[in-house]
């Protein structure tokens, strides 16, 4: 007699079987899906990543949503559709969809703005040591938005991202310590030991120099000051804004008279 025991194996080993040809064809699905999007064949990709996403694959999910949100199939995809499969990705648990997702709720990009849903998932995205996520969150301390303005919190989260070389967070954490008015985090040795990591991405961008421009001023240093501070100056668009042109035509006349600039806050 057949015992019980060989007849659990046997089941075990169908569903094992069913899993593995399971597991073959979303591999499938997702190859095609991967190898379209490289190629850039975005039409098809649409069609072969929604196939894929619909099983519940979270890169197919976070690729269908890139290729709605750019529109790169031309299809007029809107940012709702996007933001639609970008969540699905996100709650499959894929760190970067979990940071769009997050970014998405405080930008009300395809969906209305909510900042305790964006911080939640800037959270989860940040436990997987997602640079933008930490970047995110820096910001969301430190311009106050959906929780208290705080410093010390958005100095922490920008610290963890520009350990990871994030441009942003380099000149944030310079920019902070070169402006606050708060005398618990205005100090220029740490704002001259950023300014000198963010000098070391070989940015040249108006707004790096004017960070640059102001770690020196706070340093004391104010011909290198006003150096960077002219040559910021001289690369803003032509179309610049008037107000942001005038923010930095007021900070060299600061430099200019031998005083650091402090942040309206």
């Known amino acids: ?56 694959i979270p890169r197919a999910q976070w690729l269908l949503a890139h290729i709605y949100y750019y529109d790169l199939a031309e299809q007029n995809r809107t940012a709702e ?37 964006a911080y939640q998932w800037l959270v989860k995205a940040a436990k997987f040591h ?16 959906g ?21 942003m967070s380099i000149n944030n954490l ?19 030991f950023w300014a000198d990591k963010l000098e070391q991405t070989n940015e040249t961008q108006s707004i790096f120099l004017d960070t640059r421009a102001a770690a020196y001023a706070l340093a004391g240093e104010f011909n290198q000051a006003i150096t960077l501070q002219s040559e910021a100056i001289s690369l803003l668009p032509e179309d610049v804004d008037e107000d942001r042109l005038l923010d930095f035509q007021q900070r060299l006349e600061a430099y200019e008279q031998h005083r650091a600039w402090e942040e309206k806050e």
């Not at 597991?23 to 899906?33: H, M, N, P, Y």
């Not at 559709?81 to 970014?103: I, N, R």
């Not at 902070?176 to 708060?182: R, V």
Request: hydrophobic share 45%.
């Open 1 to 56: 007699m057949v015992s019980v025991r060989f007849w659990l194996f046997v089941v075990l080993v169908i569903l094992l079987a069913g899993c593995e040809d399971e597991r073959k064809v979303e591999q499938a699905l997702l190859t095609d899906c991967v190898s379209h999007y490289r190629a850039e064949s975005y039409r098809v990709a649409s069609k072969t990543c929604l196939t894929a996403a619909e099983q519940g």
């Open 81 to 117: 559709q996007a933001f639609e499969w970008f969540l699905k990705a996100a709650e499959s648990g894929w760190p970067e969809a979990q940071t769009f997702v997050g970014e998405s709720y405080v930008a009300a990009d395809g969906v209305e703005q909510d900042f305790d849903k």
């Open 130 to 145: 997602d640079t933008k996520a930490e970047f995110a969150l820096g910001m969301m301390f430190y311009n106050g938005q």
């Open 147 to 167: 929780r208290p303005k705080d410093l010390g919190s958005a100095i922490s989260w920008f610290k963890k991202a520009a350990t990871k070389r994030h441009t």
């Open 174 to 192: 310079a920019w902070l310590h070169a402006t606050t008015t708060h005398k618990a985090y205005r100090n220029a040795k740490k704002a001259m």
